[in-house]
């Protein structure tokens, strides 16, 4: 009995050490790792977005698993280049190159309107004279051109109008996809004037007058003005310009890309050019002096005053083709435009002579005609001229921020066939209808060749201080 049971117990213990000894199931393998992460300068396909999270990996051996970490997206954009995801030096948007689309002038993203303001600071071509004007010389020179003492006083060059200060403006607006746009500009330059003016003291010192070529003999001669004991007066000769214009565009692009790009414009354009020459001469008679009007003999203390008047006015209206490119270099950027405009100049020419008396006692007079604008001289007249408008533009500056340009630049335009009031002028003269001369209405009054309608050109350049603000 005894025995028995010590068997049995000596059994169960062996089972039991059998359990204890056996070997543990074998690990489960580890997965094979994940495939390389994508670097941000790679290139596959246009148009992506690559560098999506890596595959999860089991990190505790018990099969479960951990995500891996995400990595930064990449965009790869139409042009060959791809760009990480964010910011960079183009643009501070981090959305830009997800659109893939850009604006005028080649401007990233959404936005589709632009405003720009520009301070103008231009020169224009000076004003053409038609010769000497006003002379002063001795007594017995008596202020004819050639004679010994004879010296000019205003005429021997051309008028300058110096630095004119002025604005220009432009709108754009771009459809949705940026593959046109818009834009309209107006300009403007502010009023051009110079002017000259002399006179004599009360007693007729010194000899002030107005030559002009004498076309019964073909000499030089000369209307006094002032003269010694016999009159006194003044001669004022005044300038004026006005400039002005408007142009629309539509804007297609060319090429774009990431460092700039160019665009082709096409659209209509306007140009206003107005001018006025002044020439007023104003004579008091003196005790022993004597002058003429309208054929009659003026004694003191009459006033004889003249008046010569020319205006010219151009506009220019026709289409206009060109090429605008942006290029960019981080923040900076320069935009060159070239155009050129064809279409028709309406030349107008308008010119006016008036000689008055007064001081007599009597209601002032006046009647037609001055000393250059008599006869043939005078009157208006219009015509339209087929013209060639080129313009060239650029522009220097740096993109502040995505949505503010702050920019210097040079402008030049040219319009080769305008109307100027110095050409008009024409200094041969009949004095038999000069209304101021004693031999006004005696005599051969044959007329003198009109200069009405001698064209000439104009250009206006300078530089330009402007910002561009879009959104």
Known sequence: MRTGFLALLATLVAGVGMSSGQAPPPALPKPPPGPPMPSWSTVTSPVQVVGAAAPAADTKGDGSTTPAP?????????????????????????????????????????????????YLLWWVRSAPSPGPLATTGTTASQGILGNPGTSTLFGDSNTEFGSLSGARFTLGYSNEDHTWAIEGTALWLQKGQEGFGTSSDAGGNPVL????????????????????????????????????GAEINILHPLNQNLNGGVDFLIGARYLFLNENLGITQSSTLLPGGVLGFNGNTVLAPGVVSVLDGIGTRNQFTGGQVGLQADLHSGRLFLVMVGKVGLGDTHEVVNVNGQTTLSGTGAPAASIPGGLFAVGSNTGHSARDEFTVLPELMLSAGVEVTRNLRLFVGYNFLYWEDVVRPGDQVNRIVNPNLVPSSLSFGTGPTTPTPSNIGSHSDFWAQGVNFGVAIRY
């Open 70 to 118: 995400e990595t930064a997206a990449v965009v790869e954009v139409e042009n060959g280049l791809s760009l990480p995801d964010g910011p960079n030096a183009f643009t501070d948007d981090p959305h830009a190159l997800d659109k893939k689309k850009w604006i005028f002038p080649v401007w990233e993203g959404s936005d589709r309107v632009w405003f720009n303001a520009e």
């Open 209 to 244: 007058a107005r030559p002009f070529i004498n076309s019964l003999n073909g000499q030089e001669s000369a209307a006094l003005v002032s003269f010694p004991g016999a009159f006194a007066g003044n001669i004022q000769v005044s300038s004026s310009l006005e400039f002005s």
